[in-house]
């Protein structure tokens, strides 16, 4: 599985996704076009034990060059259900892991993010396989872009752990 950062405007936030991947064991932090200093102190000290994944992330220059190697992709976006998407929309993470599961042998898995201010555009929504939305109360308009990742990152890893403990189980 890989995380894809797109355009992210706050180094600190770079460092904060590297260090939730860290946490949930995705070795594979990829970003698109940053405006923000990715190797800066602001970064790697908001990594925090993560400082590899920012020295190592992939650089792109678009989406389409971050996603190579991928054979599926969610796309995360906090409103509701855009009409100019043409994928395939869920309103949870688990949804979006039974669509979408990653590990299957045929190639990663992309968690999709857009920046800190405008999210993802219609184009980048549109190359992903499917959206996925993070259910949520009213009283704020969304969740912080690293918040969001540490939520689709733990989903998955938990599940994840959960096929992993079941086909030990099986093979005892």
């Not at 990829?30 to 908001?46: E, N, Y």
């Not at 996925?132 to 990742?149: D, I, K, N, W, Y």
Request: with cysteine.
């Amino acid at each position: 599985m890989c995380v894809v950062f797109c355009e992210p405007k706050t180094a600190s936030n770079v460092g904060a996704f590297a260090r939730a991947c860290a946490a949930f064991e995705c070795c594979d932090l990829r970003l698109v076009a940053p405006s923000c200093d990715v190797g800066s102190r602001a970064a790697l000290s908001a990594a925090k034990g993560a400082q590899w994944l920012v020295r190592d992330a992939m650089v792109a220059s678009t989406l389409e060059e971050a996603l190579v190697g991928c054979s599926r992709t969610v796309a995360f976006h906090p409103w509701e259900e855009d009409e100019a998407s043409s994928r395939r929309w869920f309103r949870s993470v688990e949804a979006a892991v039974e669509a979408a599961p990653g590990g299957d042998g045929n190639g990663k898995l992309a968690l999709v993010f857009g920046n800190e201010a405008d999210g993802l555009t219609v184009a980048d929504l549109n190359a992903c396989e499917c959206v996925c939305s993070l259910p949520m109360g009213r009283l704020v308009e969304s969740l912080s872009v690293t918040h969001a990742g540490v939520i689709a990152l733990s989903t998955y890893f938990s599940k994840r752990e959960a096929r992993e403990r079941l086909a030990r189980a099986r093979s005892e």
